[in-house]
C-alpha cells in the first residue's frame, strides 16, 4: 500500500510483472473502495525509460483526493488486458513517514 498526500503532484514506483506490448502508455485504473467510482491516469513510458528509473514505472497523480481514501489500483497496457501490476492506496492530509526496516 502506498500512502499519498491529499493534493499536489506526488508520483510513486511501481515494479511491473512486464512491459506493455506495442503500446508505451501504461493505464492506471483506479477503484475507490469507499465510493465505488473508476477512473484511469494514463503513464507514457518507453521501456528505455523504465529501465533507466531501476525497472520501476513512475506514475504521477495530480487529482485532489478526501481524506481516508482507500483506492485499489492496477496497471495494464493501453487497451490491453494483461494486469502488470496491482496494489492500494491510501490518501492522507497526515505527512507520510518515509522509514527503512534495517535502521
Known amino acids: ?3 499519498l498526500q491529499l493534493t499536489g503532484t506526488r ?3 511501481v515494479v511491473l510483472r512486464d512491459y506493455a506490448i506495442g503500446t508505451d ?3 492506471v485504473n483506479l477503484f475507490n473502495e469507499n465510493t465505488g467510482a ?8 518507453t521501456v528505455a525509460e523504465i529501465q533507466t528509473n531501476l525497472d520501476q514505472l513512475q506514475v504521477t497523480i495530480t487529482s485532489t483526493f478526501n481524506e481516508g481514501d482507500e483506492y485499489s489500483f492496477y ?3 493501453n487497451a490491453e488486458t494483461v494486469v502488470l501490476h496491482r496494489n492500494k ?3 492522507t492530509d ?7 526496516v534495517n535502521e
Do not use: A
Open 1 to 3: 500500500m502506498r500512502v
Open 11 to 13: 508520483t510513486f514506483d
Open 25 to 27: 502508455t501504461y493505464d
Open 38 to 45: 473508476t477512473s484511469v491516469v494514463s503513464v507514457t513510458k
Open 75 to 77: 496497471i495494464t497496457g
Open 89 to 91: 492506496l491510501f490518501f
Open 94 to 100: 497526515k505527512v507520510p513517514q518515509n522509514y527503512t
